[in-house]
């Protein structure tokens, strides 16, 4: 089946610096890649997502990038603010499998 | 758009009874819903997934007879966890996703979770 795996675990920056995350998937068939942010006791939010035909998509302050030869892909976020603080999943699907596997999360902490 | 209940949001139980957790879709008819679990600083776990009409497909180590998942209609899923003991105290997450919506089959929308606390 499908593994996924995110880094880092915990991200700490000052406020208006970028932060990136990643992940690293197994299954080659695989060919959703969301990201969601989850704050604390709520629901996971989707905040973008890429499908495999293409390799970056951006939307404001956030960017996704997908590599698909070498099975990653990357969250970025550009001009942070505390307001961005939470913990981020990336996760993966394919045609074969349309349930996401989930990457660990990563707690991201914009200090002001 | 793309809205997911879930009800309750919270429960507290005695160990051996049987608690029902609700999942909608609000705005659109969801063919495929999906079960996490999801425990204090971890990642979600799929615990199922439930197709409007057929039965639920179970991940291994996930045991059907505990966690009977129901999906009668197109805009609602139910997870009744069965004789639940301390162990299965957890957040309780469920998503829908339809092909409907426009935005492709895989993207999947999440309700606000059940914490579920067993004495």
């Known amino acids: 089946g499908e593994n996924v795996e995110q880094h880092p675990s915990t991200l700490s920056v000052q406020e208006g610096d970028s932060a990136v995350i990643k992940c690293t998937y197994s299954d080659s068939a695989s060919n959703y890649f969301p990201w969601y942010k989850q704050e604390l006791g709520k629901r996971p939010q989707l905040i973008i997502d890429?499908?495999?035909?293409?390799g970056e998509k951006k939307d404001q302050r956030i960017a996704v990038t997908l590599n698909k030869t070498a099975k990653h892909f990357s969250l970025h976020i550009t001009e942070t603010q505390p307001e961005d603080s939470a913990v981020y999943f990336c996760?993966?699907?394919?045609?074969?499998?349309?349930?996401?596997?989930f990457g660990s999360g990563t707690r991201l902490q914009v200090q002001p | 758009g793309a809205v997911v209940s879930q009800h309750p949001s919270r429960v507290i139980c005695k160990s051996g009874t049987s608690v029902k957790i609700e999942c909608r879709s609000l705005d659109f008819q969801a063919t495929t819903m999906f079960w996490y679990r999801q425990f204090p600083k971890k990642s979600l776990m799929l615990m199922a997934t439930s197709n409007e009409g057929s039965k639920a497909t179970y991940e291994q180590g996930v045991e059907k007879d505990k966690f009977l998942i129901n999906h009668a209609s197109l805009t609602l899923s139910t997870l009744t966890v069965t004789s639940a003991h301390p162990e299965d105290s957890s957040f309780y997450i469920c998503?829908?996703?339809?092909?409907?919506?426009?935005?492709?089959?895989?993207?999947?929308?999440f309700g606000p979770g059940t914490r579920l606390t067993v004495l």
């Open positions: 998503s829908a996703s339809s092909p409907l919506l426009g935005l492709g089959v895989d993207t999947q929308y």
């Open positions: 890429i499908r495999s035909n293409v």
């Open positions: 996760a993966a699907s394919g045609t074969g499998r349309r349930a996401l596997t």
